[in-house]
């Protein structure tokens, strides 16, 4: 049975950091592209960042982008989302999952944690 388990929420005030963990129990994990996605209170889930099976590419949102950092260690079957800069509209609950497809899109990816909550304070 296939698991994700995000850890390495918390509060924050704004522009500190937090460093995301997602643990995957999957016997090919390094056959799956990797992606973290955040929903707000009221909004849909949203695009965060992916990064392929290899590591190789990445991709961001624009919100995130020069402030997030998506990687993988394929040998402890993890990915994690280093978050700097942080501010207070990045409070969400954030999502890891999993998917064989490089993709910015939520319903392609197969596999989901059950979430970690991350609040910034102002």
């Known amino acids: 049975q296939v698991q994700l388990v995000e850890s390495g929420g918390g509060l924050v005030q704004t522009g500190g950091s937090l460093r995301l963990s997602c643990a995957a129990s999957?016997?090919?994990?390094?056959?799956?592209?990797m992606g973290w996605f955040r929903q707000a209170p009221g909004k849909e889930r949203e695009f965060v960042a992916t990064?392929?099976?290899?590591?190789?590419?990445?991709y961001y949102a624009d919100s995130v982008k020069g402030r997030f950092t998506i990687s993988r260690d394929n040998a402890k079957n993890t990915v994690y989302l280093q978050m700097n800069s942080l501010k207070p509209e990045d409070t969400a609950v954030y999502y890891c999952?999993?998917?064989?497809?490089?993709?910015?899109?939520?319903?392609?990816?197969?596999?989901w944690g059950q979430g970690t909550q991350v609040t910034v304070s102002s």
């Open positions: 990064i392929s099976w290899s590591g190789s590419r990445t």
């Open positions: 999952a999993a998917g064989v497809k490089f993709t910015i899109v939520t319903g392609t990816y197969e596999y």
């Open positions: 999957i016997r090919t994990f390094s056959t799956y592209a």
